[in-house]
């Protein structure tokens, strides 16, 4: 019989091992609460990742005041010296802890395999909560939602290598991604919403109408397109706020921004007619701003008479509305004849890469030495120029950085717009949000070596 790899889950209280341990394991066999401390004793389980089958062992949450904190650090101690690789959990809503770099310090020691794990990474400022986990130099943090399962991908292709090829078996269906792409389809009522899906579809799936509020809630459906899985939601339509006045309304509207928010792609269709007006720009400005790549569909484009007239408006908006996302994908369809529809699965699916671009550190710092030398950053209070000492890239979905200086709050947004525009540029990330963010920390790979005692 071949031993199952052991992978430990260790952390702090409260940082959600119980949570993603039940998600592994597809049980709900340990116990998950908001209080601090739930869990005290080492609880093992068999967990599936993709074809990874291995032992899990959650551990008791750490402590530095507590009757109970001597003990729950030596169960910890005993089940990282059982593992063959550990996990450590950090919470990315929070600060470093103590003892978070108490852990972390004791971590760097062991000579076996060790993956950081941010965790509760949902919503829009994920990755920027995650970069403070550079700090413990630990490596590249994994940024994970136990409770939403997003990041498991991510998790799979850091433990894959780790494992020997004998244990990459007994796929668990529900562990893994079930589509290659998300897409959630918003807009205005009554734009084809509904009318598109069905025709991706091949079928009737969905009710249409001429009667603007047909769909009342988000419908997600699953579709094949060029031997590609993927997930499809269709939404209500978006009204402006202030006609949202139903209570029914006012759920599918919540139940949309819910299918917004877990989205990859987010297809927002305009009609060709009235084309992008300020509730359409609406919906794209909270798309990008919830950090999701953005495709706009202009539909019902067969029934226009000057299409080259249109088109122009369309950029034009898209240019004073969007200057945040440069070259956001535009594609002119019909879904009530399907054409253009080819087109625009191909810009979500481009979109879609770049969206998930890693570009190497070393890149990131030779080019941000050049950009430095070209425009020079402007002068601090000080009378000296703000430093850029250190970048690297904290995230994708979207692609996010951070940028280290010793006063960074003194440097102006319109530099930043500067490096924002130079990484589109330079690194083909046009059409996705980009997040750049300063921190004030030295180099965080300068870990200093830890002495043994």
Not at 411 to 440: A, C, F, Q, V, W
Request: charged share 30%.
């Amino acid at each position: 019989m071949i031993k199952k790899t052991v992978v430990a889950l260790v952390g702090r209280t409260n940082v959600g091992k119980s949570t993603l341990f039940n998600r592994l394991t597809g049980k709900k066999e340990a116990i998950v609460h908001d209080m601090p401390g739930v869990t005290r004793d080492r609880k093992e389980g068999l967990a599936h990742l993709g074809d990874l089958s291995f032992k899990i062992i959650d551990t008791a949450g750490l402590e530095e005041t507590s009757s109970l904190a001597k003990a729950m650090w030596q169960q910890t101690e005993k089940a990282i010296e059982q593992a063959d690789i550990v996990l450590m959990m950090i919470d990315a809503r929070s600060e470093l802890t103590p003892l978070d770099m108490r852990l972390a310090t004791d971590l760097r020691r062991q000579k076996k395999p060790v993956l950081l794990l941010a965790n509760k990474c949902e919503g829009s400022s994920q990755y920027l909560a995650a970069a403070e986990a550079y700090r413990l130099g630990l490596g590249d943090p994994i940024a994970v939602s136990g409770e939403h399962g997003q990041g498991m991908a991510d998790l799979y292709q850091a433990l894959f290598p780790l494992f020997p090829k004998e244990e990459q078996q007994e796929p668990v269906k529900e562990n893994i991604p079930t589509s290659d792409l998300k897409i959630a389809i918003v807009g205005r009522p009554n734009v084809g919403k509904s009318t598109l899906v069905n025709r991706l579809l091949g079928q009737e799936r969905l009710l249409t109408g001429p009667e603007a509020g047909v769909t009342r809630d988000a419908i997600s459906v699953e579709l094949t397109w060029k031997d590609k899985k993927i997930e499809m939601t269709d939404t209500a339509g978006l009204r402006k706020r202030g006609k949202v006045s139903e209570s029914l309304e006012r759920i599918s509207a919540a139940d949309t921004k819910r299918a917004l928010n877990f989205a990859e792609v987010v297809i927002v269709v305009v009609d060709a007619a009235n084309p992008l007006e300020n509730q359409d720009l609406l919906i794209a400005r909270q798309t990008i701003e919830e950090g999701r790549a953005l495709v706009i569909a202009v539909n019902k484009w067969d029934t226009i008479d000057n299409p080259r007239s249109v088109m122009s408006e369309i950029k034009e908006k898209l240019r004073v509305s969007l200057q945040q996302v440069k070259g956001v994908p535009v594609v002119t369809i019909s879904a009530k004849t399907g054409a253009g529809l080819d087109l625009l699965m191909k810009e979500a699916f481009h979109i879609y890469g770049i969206w998930n671009k890693r570009v190497p550190t070393h890149k990131l710092n030779d080019w941000l030495k050049r950009m430095t030398e070209a425009t020079p950053p402007p002068l601090a209070k000080n009378g000296r120029r703000i430093p850029m000492r250190y970048m690297t890239q904290v995230g994708i979905r979207p692609p996010t950085f951070v940028i280290f200086s010793s006063n960074p709050d003194e440097l102006p947004e319109s530099y930043l717009r500067y490096l924002s525009n130079g990484l589109r540029r330079d690194y083909g990330l046009d059409g996705t949000p980009i997040r750049i963010h300063m921190r004030k920390r030295e180099n965080p790979y300068a870990v200093k070596s830890d002495k043994k005692s």
